[in-house]
């Protein structure tokens, strides 16, 4: 009875931790004016951009991704999009040429602008890559790297990530 009691107990304070995270994710998305608050957020999606650059359509839910963009390279997630797990969209990363601070300090970044359209399913363990515009109802097939743009009903899965259908 009293590991019934434990379990019992160590479950609901997981899932409250896990409720707890997804509103502090939604509280912080709400700062976003181009976030729709229909918007369902998992309890550790990262948004790395400032309020203007991320725009997310209604109905979309993100489990688990790290959004990165920027001012200059924004982001723009459309309508009822399905994002799973582990994903990074990334319109701002790092630069080979100077990926980590040198004596100055400085980082070298590169960025591009990234488009997802309407309906697009993207699986987990997915990297999209600065620059990429995906049409709508577009799949990204999981563990996938998408390094180039598809047009609207593509299939796409691989590493790099290649027209299946």
């Known amino acids: 009875m009293f590991n019934f009691l434990l379990d019992w107990l160590a479950t609901l304070t997981v899932n409250a931790s896990i409720r707890i995270k997804r509103r502090h994710v939604q509280c912080y998305a709400a700062t976003f004016p181009n976030i729709d608050r229909s918007v369902f957020f998992g309890p550790n999606v990262i948004i790395l951009a400032s309020p203007g650059s991320v725009s997310?359509?209604?109905?979309?839910?993100?489990?688990?991704?790290i959004l990165s963009a920027s001012d200059e390279c924004p982001l723009r997630i459309g309508e009822r999009c399905a994002i799973g797990y582990r994903v990074s969209i990334k319109a701002v990363t790092h630069d080979s040429s100077n990926p980590a601070p040198d004596a100055s300090g400085a980082i070298a970044h590169k960025c591009a602008p990234i488009t997802i359209g309407d309906r697009c399913w993207i699986g987990d363990n997915v990297f999209l890559r600065e620059g990429v515009t995906l049409g709508d109802d577009v799949v990204v097939g999981a563990n996938s790297v998408v390094t180039k743009s598809f047009s609207s009903g593509s299939i796409i899965a691989g590493v790099p990530a290649m027209l299946i259908r």
């Open 56 to 65: 997310i359509g209604a109905g979309t839910y993100i489990n688990d991704a």
